[in-house]
């Protein structure tokens, strides 16, 4: 009698996140070892297969993948209630599939164009700032901004104010402002003094 391999099969769930536009689709299997977010279709297409077909559904918007979760924001003019089932097929199938979800070379290709813009982020004194605010904000916002299906990058520092990208679920939340606002506005206010504000940029 010959053996046969069994899989296990994909287990598949999913969470609400703070944004009632994004919801959390997590598996049972490493989808992508780091973060990876897709808002364009271009990069999409070059990067990810499954995000781009998954973009191809006219009421996603945006997939972002990070470990064993994929969070996907749909479009404003759909409701969960017609699509959630649907998507959750979706993934679980591309996923028993083997497609692939992200090409290898991507976290490469990120740290390059992120390696291009801090060369001129660090140097001088506002860089000593810099380095202080990217440090705070990767130890404590970033692992809370995690749970929720999202993802939070120090972009710059100018002048005494913060700039950074929200990703995944917190992209376009309407409480991730009240928590730019209220939660990391405060404590970097108060750990940095010279920090005034913190405004979100659009990726």
Do not use: H
């Not at 069994?6 to 490493?30: H, I």
């Not at 070892?33 to 990067?47: P, S, V």
């Not at 924001?73 to 097929?89: A, C, G, H, P, R």
């Not at 440090?135 to 929720?148: C, F, G, H, R, W």
Request: with cysteine; aromatic share 10%; glycine share 6%.
């Amino acid at each position: 009698m010959e053996a046969t391999i069994t899989k296990s099969p994909v287990m598949l769930y999913t969470e609400q996140t703070p944004n009632p536009e994004a919801l959390k689709y997590v598996t049972n299997r490493m989808l992508y070892r780091g973060i990876a977010d897709f808002k364009e279709k271009e990069l999409a297409a070059e990067w990810s297969p499954m995000a781009n077909s998954l973009m191809e559904l006219p009421y996603v918007k945006s997939a972002y993948f990070n470990n064993n979760y994929v969070t996907i924001t749909k479009e404003f003019n759909y409701d969960w209630s017609e699509i959630m089932l649907k998507l959750k097929e979706f993934v679980k199938e591309y996923v028993e599939n083997g497609g692939t979800i992200v090409k290898d070379g991507f976290a490469e290709y990120l740290e390059q164009t992120t390696a291009e813009s801090n060369a001129v982020q660090f140097s001088g004194e506002n860089g000593e700032i810099a380095k202080k605010v990217k440090d705070l904000i990767d130890t404590y916002v970033k692992p809370a901004v995690e749970m929720d299906g999202g993802n939070i990058e120090f972009k710059a520092y100018e002048n005494g104010t913060v700039y950074v990208t929200m990703q995944g679920s917190c992209s376009g939340c309407p409480s991730s402002t009240v928590t730019l606002k209220a939660g990391i506005e405060g404590m970097l206010k108060r750990m940095v003094p010279e920090v005034t504000e913190v405004v979100q940029e659009m990726a």
